[in-house]
């Protein structure tokens, strides 16, 4: 992963919510996000499939939205609130996503889900997801090689309410 | 990744300072970190644009838009203005990359993709693009997913934007800031054709900063569509797209778009066949003869034949589903 740091190249601080917990951080400059969790945090979880965007096995969210932390680089997430797979369940309960994908068997060797969940996550946030087909077309950038997709979409479809349900009780009166 | 210096800065003209032709500008970083972590791009320094605070979408004086140029392709797909006014861009940025991706990239990274092929990928073997000078296996290797209009005997890679399909069909403007001077470029002027220097995609200087994409005021509200094929469902390069728009009085076309992607150097947009179509009635006829004269012209290579007769054919599909309207062909297939 990261090379040492040549003479005259800075390490940069930064700073970050993760996992609900504040944290700072030397990163050299070409450290991805994904390396940082995972050979520095100890956050393996995520987990490094292609390394390039294209298998989504790395997602995470910022900010409340998914990306790929494998073409993130660390020092740029200076100032953003990070969740991983780790930072999901609250209170030893599982994430309702977590528990729909437990309950629908939606995955066989378990490589993509960590990611596959955090994509679930964010595109419940994100709201653009309304039918089954829709749900279909916005994991598309998760690939699952085991072929579990029928039984994820069928998670995410159950747990959208869920998510939903519990995102109201957390907001009080808000109606 | 080939090590170097990261630079924030807090202005545009403090970004633009920092710029030479050993730097590189990041935002999303979708495209750019890709290529350093294969080492065909190795920057001497990164400079950080994020925090420049380019991400407004805001009305123009003249009716049209002014989109900043580190709004993420995710942002713009589902601003209400945009989905109302301006569908066919909203229907192309859904169409390409995947929502991870969309969330990352940034309007002006968008344009600012590379064109490319795997061979520019693979620092193993020569690429005009990569190593000017060095060669083009594609033109007699592996070039199913290659040009077939206005390539060059140096370069026969496609751009894979989606988004910037719809642009050049919706005639943006793109805000560029110098150091000297802010200027504005059409965006048929923008991306370039490979001709004997495909190692340059576009029209910018070294310390040249995208700022903004300026929409004109809208037209094709109604009657549009952005039809991608490709090889899967979803999340796929195109092998070819088409970006159609119309609008139509009584029955007849007052004015036409027509842009296709996947089949050159840049967004291809043909205004030949736009002022054929103008004047017209919407017809079987005048859309394949529409999509012949637009084919014309075409140079396939050993492997990419077949997108000829599909590029004609989505053109045709396009047309005529742009004419139906919205209910019609508002939805991404």
Not at chain 1, 38 to 64: F, S, W
Not at chain 2, 263 to 284: C, F, I, N, Y
Not at chain 2, 312 to 327: F, K, N, T, Y
Request: with cysteine; net charge negative; glycine share 10%.
């Amino acid at each position: 992963m990261s090379a040492t740091a040549p003479e005259g190249v800075v390490e940069h601080p930064i700073r970050l919510t993760l996992n609900g917990q504040p944290r700072s951080l030397q990163v050299p400059p070409w450290t991805t996000l994904l390396d940082l969790l995972r050979e520095q945090l100890d956050l393996v979880g995520t987990k490094k499939g292609c390394d390039h965007g294209q298998c989504g096995a790395c997602t995470v969210l910022r900010d409340g939205k998914r990306i790929n932390a494998c073409l993130t680089l660390a020092v740029m997430c200076d100032g953003a609130e990070l969740v991983t797979i780790e930072g999901l369940a609250s209170d030893g309960e599982l994430h309702p996503v977590q528990r729909a994908f437990i309950r629908h068997d939606a995955f066989q060797c378990g490589y993509c889900t960590p990611g596959q969940i955090c994509s679930a996550v964010g595109l419940v946030y994100e709201g653009h997801a309304d039918t089954r087909e829709a749900i279909r077309e916005q994991m598309s950038g998760n690939l699952c090689r085991c072929g579990a997709y029928g039984n994820i979409v069928a998670a995410v479809e159950e747990a959208m309410p869920l998510m939903m349900d519990a995102a109201r009780r957390q907001g009080g009166s808000n109606s | 990744m080939t090590p170097f210096s990261y630079h924030k800065p807090a202005s545009v003209s403090e970004a633009v300072s920092l710029a030479d032709a050993s730097s590189r500008f990041i935002a999303g970083g979708t495209n750019l970190v890709d290529l350093m972590k294969e080492n065909v791009v190795r920057p001497n320094r990164l400079i950080d644009i994020s925090g420049l605070g380019l991400n407004g979408i805001k009305a123009t004086s003249n009716g049209g838009v002014l989109i900043g140029a580190l709004v993420s392709n995710a942002d713009l797909a589902w601003d209400p203005i945009i989905q109302q006014h301006y569908p066919l861009l909203s229907e192309a940025i859904l169409a390409g990359a995947s929502p991870q991706l969309r969330n990352m990239a940034s309007t002006g990274g968008n344009l600012l993709q590379r064109t490319r092929c795997y061979y520019f990928y693979d620092t193993g073997t020569p690429c005009n693009k990569r190593e000017p000078g060095s060669g083009c296996p594609a033109r007699t290797g592996l070039n199913r997913i290659h040009a077939i209009l206005g390539a060059s005997d140096a370069c026969v890679a496609t751009h894979p934007s989606d988004m910037c399909v719809a642009l050049a069909a919706l005639e943006a403007v793109v805000h560029v800031q110098g150091p000297a001077s802010e200027r504005k470029i059409p965006f048929a002027d923008f991306h370039r054709l490979p001709g004997d220097a495909p190692e340059r995609d576009n029209q910018l200087a070294t310390d040249e900063l995208v700022v903004a994409i300026e929409l004109p005021p809208p037209v094709f509200e109604h009657h549009y569509r952005y039809l991608k094929i490709r090889d899967r469902a979803s999340y796929a390069f195109a092998l070819v797209s088409v970006a159609a728009a119309l609008s139509l009085d009584d029955g007849v076309i007052q004015q036409a778009r027509l842009a296709l992607g996947g089949v050159a150097h840049k967004p291809w947009r043909d205004t030949v066949v736009e002022t054929m179509l103008a004047g017209q009635a919407p017809s079987q006829a005048l859309f394949t003869q529409a999509a012949h004269t637009l084919l014309q012209g075409a140079q396939p290579l050993s492997h990419n034949g077949f997108k000829v007769t599909l590029a004609q054919r989505a053109i045709v599909r396009a047309l005529s589903e742009a004419v139906l309207g919205v209910a019609a062909g508002g939805t991404t297939p």
